[in-house]
């Protein structure tokens, strides 16, 4: 699975405002409740920072891709978000989280929740990539990088 087939402009923010970790949870549970249908906003924010207990999912360069399973999601939800200040959000390397892929799934699709979140880290993995998404302009922007990167 790609990003490119879940991802479009509305699920795409551009000047994230938080300023730690569980209000960029928050802010990015936003902006996926505005087109995938969430039955219970507080059990997927639980189970969001449950997984952050266990190991953060800031990977470092400026990357985090927090993401859970929820049996309150349908199907597999995902947005980006991008803070050009950077959020702390105990990235392994210390440093704050400039571009962030969310990723919450109903634990029946976890096939395809765990290719996306591979798929995912790859795309990020590229520094030209990152610096790309952290420039765009606007959110349809973010989209055509990550749609010309996917082919």
């Given at each position: 699975m790609k990003l490119k087939?879940?991802?479009?402009?509305?699920?795409?923010?551009?000047?994230?405002?938080a300023k730690d970790k569980e209000g960029a949870l928050d802010e990015l549970l936003g902006v996926i409740e505005k087109k995938f249908k969430i039955t219970n906003r507080e059990d997927v924010k639980k189970k969001?920072?449950?997984?952050?207990?266990?190991?953060?999912?800031?990977?470092?360069?400026?990357?985090?891709?927090p993401h859970a399973h929820s049996e309150f999601v349908e199907g597999i939800a995902a947005c980006i978000g991008i803070s050009k200040e950077g959020v702390e959000f105990?990235?392994?390397?210390?440093?704050?989280?400039?571009v962030f892929v969310m990723i919450v799934a109903n634990p029946q699709y976890n096939l395809k929740y765990l290719s996306l979140l591979a798929h995912t880290a790859r795309i990020l993995s590229r520094e030209d990539i990152r610096?790309?998404?952290?420039?765009?302009?606007?959110?349809?922007?973010?989209v055509r990088i990550i749609r010309?990167?996917?082919?």
């Open positions: 087939e879940i991802i479009d402009k509305d699920l795409v923010k551009i000047g994230i405002e969001l920072l449950e997984r952050e207990a266990v190991k953060s999912t800031g990977l470092g360069n400026g990357i985090a891709i105990t990235c392994l390397d210390g440093k704050p989280a400039h610096q790309k998404l952290i420039d765009a302009k606007n959110e349809e922007e973010v010309e990167f996917e082919g």
